[in-house]
């Protein structure tokens, strides 16, 4: 049956700024003449308004209040409307709500950054005008809160996943407006202090040069550095041998990754020298004597990093400082801003050499030999590193040649190893990848092979080769792994260096014996599939004959030198992920094909070596002798290709 009135317009609420002149609309039907009246409720008193019989009530706000309208017929049949809120904003900022405002959602209160013990309340609050009144949908990390719709959050006992970056949407039939995001931690009495939102670092050890003394410590030191900063979370790219369009490269791609509260590490290992507080790293293929543009400036990716407003900022040099050419302009750097989150770790003092040591197959500058005893420490990283500094200043083989030297203007006791409270959007991850799979290769006379693949650093890969037991009939069988097609020298192994990767394979696959070991370099300088040719020697048990058979892999250029590839970065969420040896992100990089076919010494940067029994007679000649600048990269950039912004 029908009933005797019905409403067919419910009037709705708003949410406007005093002084604001709206009106209330109600609609209903009946079989009879309809009468209004208009009915406010303000602290729990509900009282008529006098004169409001009309189907719309003009209001000029005042104050917050709620509105229902009586409806009835001359039969005296009744019905109420909704309830619907008039909320009346105080305060607003100047200019709003703008000229030629129709109602659409506009922010007065935004959300503001907090820090929360576990199981307390978190209760985050924004406000937004509108007409009709904005409904609200609360985000953490870009997910959608299920049952948080109202414009006060609220989380009666907070837990450590909690922690994000939190916004509102405000949304009403003329559109939609988000608040201001906030980041929000919630952590335990002891570690909610200092956090980290992500933790970013790049390594770039240089050893091979094209015109200078080459190196030996700095292969083993960033492998070593790299696995110690994956314990501690983070997420790490590790490169060798680069030139300047290399580096210069590399940077850009790290400076786009940082954000806002990340913790930002930048190593570098190699050639390189200082002048008037400035410091220079060597590519490797700068020339001898070094001109201003050869160079890559300290300072100048310091600035750049301060830029992206990171949390903790730090720089270790592990190379030589000697003083060069005063006569040379400085690179044009602005003065840091005065943030108090960056920290300098010099290997060496000013005008001074840095020293490697070597002990057989092993070579380690004197600074990460120490560096890395102490780096896992839970403590205030400049305490750390001043650990490192009375180790190294106990050292007999340094005294009086090397001294460790800190610089910084840290405010906040943060460690390396403080928590990763990620905020933000899903994005890229900086060093995230895989090593591709090994694969089991079979030659005609069924002997077989497992071939395996090692990324130890980013841009560097080691390919094994692991002989199975033979078959019966053969004996003897010895395997060769080498390429077959042409490349660039400097994408194949050095035999100087064969050593050092044997070791540093061993330690990371436990020693187990390799039978060969082929090593690509240079990924990013690739242009081509690789081919690899195994040899198998063997000698067959029923005729006494010594017999070769030949297989060959293809290893398809694919993405072997995405990190260098000519795309956009973009901000990461810095969540944790399982950081992996090698670090570079190669997933699906390799594609294979078979097919069968007929005692200790210390060393300068420069090379000079010195008995450890008597570090007294150690050369002093110095490593650089030239200095440069980075006030102009556009030759540099040129080489590098288009898309690349320097550092």
């Known amino acids: 049956m029908q009933e005797a009135v019905v409403i067919t317009e419910q009037p709705v609420s708003v949410s406007v700024p005093v002084g604001y002149s709206f009106t209330l609309r109600c609609r209903a039907e009946g079989r009879t003449t309809l009468q209004y009246q208009w009915f406010c409720q303000h602290q729990s008193i509900c009282r008529q308004i006098p004169g409001a019989t009309k189907q719309d009530l003009p209001i000029t706000a005042q104050q917050t209040q709620l509105y229902t309208c009586r409806i009835n017929d001359l039969n005296k049949n009744a019905v109420f ?61 870009g997910n959608l809160l299920e049952h948080q719709k109202k414009k006060k959050l609220w989380i009666t006992h907070a837990k450590i996943s909690d922690s994000g970056t939190y916004l509102c949407c405000a949304s009403n039939s003329h559109g939609e407006h988000w608040t201001n995001a ?76 940082l954000g806002k509260g990340v913790y930002a590490i930048f190593y570098y290992a190699g050639h390189g020298y200082e002048h008037s507080g400035r410091n220079y790293m060597v590519p490797v293929d700068a020339p001898q004597p070094y001109a201003p543009e050869n160079c890559i400036s300290v300072q100048r990716i310091l600035q750049k990093m301060q830029q992206q407003q990171t949390a903790l900022n730090l720089i270790l040099l592990d190379t030589c400082r000697k003083w060069y050419n005063p006569e040379c302009a400085l690179s044009q750097v602005q003065p840091l801003e005065p943030w108090g989150n960056t920290v300098y770790g010099y290997a060496t003092s000013e005008d001074a050499e840095a020293y490697e040591l070597q002990d057989g197959e092993f070579s380690s500058g004197i600074f990460m030999k120490y560096l890395k005893k102490h780096i896992l420490q839970e403590k205030k990283v400049t305490h750390m590193l001043e650990d490192v500094l009375e180790d190294i200043g106990r050292d007999p ?197 078979t097919d069968p076919k007929g005692q200790a010494s210390l060393r300068t940067g420069s090379g000079h070596s010195l008995p450890s029994n008597n570090p007294s007679n150690s050369s002093s000649e110095p490593e650089e002798n030239d200095e440069s600048d980075l006030s102009e990269l556009c030759s540099a950039l040129l080489r590098a290709g288009p898309g690349q912004d320097y550092p």
């Open 182 to 257: 906030v980041d929000i931690h919630v952590g335990t009495s002891r570690s909610e202090k200092y956090f980290a939102t992500g933790k970013i670092a790049l390594l770039v050890g240089n050893n091979r040069y094209q015109h200078h003394p080459n190196l030996m410590a700095p292969i083993t030191d960033v492998f070593e550095l790299s696995r110690l900063l994956e314990q501690l979370g983070f997420q790490v790219v590790s490169l060798l041998d680069l030139n300047k369009a290399e580096m210069v490269t590399a940077v850009s791609r790290f400076l786009q990754l």
């Open 81 to 141: 409307s909704d309830w619907v809120k008039v909320e009346v904003h105080q305060c607003v900022a100047r200019g709003l709500p703008p000229q030629l405002w129709r109602g659409e959602p506009v922010i007065v209160l935004n959300p503001t950054e907090q820090r929360v013990e576990v199981g307390k309340p978190l209760q985050l609050q924004c406000a937004a005008m509108g007409v009709p009144a904005p409904s609200y949908q609360w985000y953490r990390n």
């Open 397 to 593: 083989l340094v005294t009086g040649k090397q001294v460790m030297e800190i610089k910084h203007t840290l405010k906040e006791a943060r460690s390396l190893t403080d928590p990763i409270c990620p905020l933000g959007a899903a994005a890229e991850h900086w060093g995230c990848g895989y090593e591709p799979l090994s694969k089991m290769v079979t030659f005609p006379c069924g002997a077989q092979v497992e071939l395996r693949f090692h990324r130890l650093f980013s841009n560097v890969m080691y390919v094994s080769a692991k002989l199975q037991p033979p078959p019966a009939h053969i004996t003897d069988a010895r395997l060769l792994l080498c390429r077959s097609t042409e490349m660039d020298d400097a994408a194949t192994l050095k035999e100087s260096h064969l050593n050092q990767v044997e070791s540093l394979l061993a330690s990371v696959y436990k020693r187990e014996e390799l039978d060969c070991i082929f090593q690509l370099c240079g990924l990013q300088k690739i242009q081509t599939d690789v081919v690899l040719q195994l040899d198998l020697h063997y000698t067959q048990l029923s005729t006494k004959q010594r017999t070769c058979e030949s297989l060959q892999t293809t290893l398809q250029k694919s993405l072997l030198g995405q990190f260098f590839s000519q795309r956009n970065y973009s901000q990461p969420n810095y969540q944790r992920t399982p950081a992996c040896a090698g670090s570079m992100c190669l997933q699906d990089a390799l594609v294979l094909s």
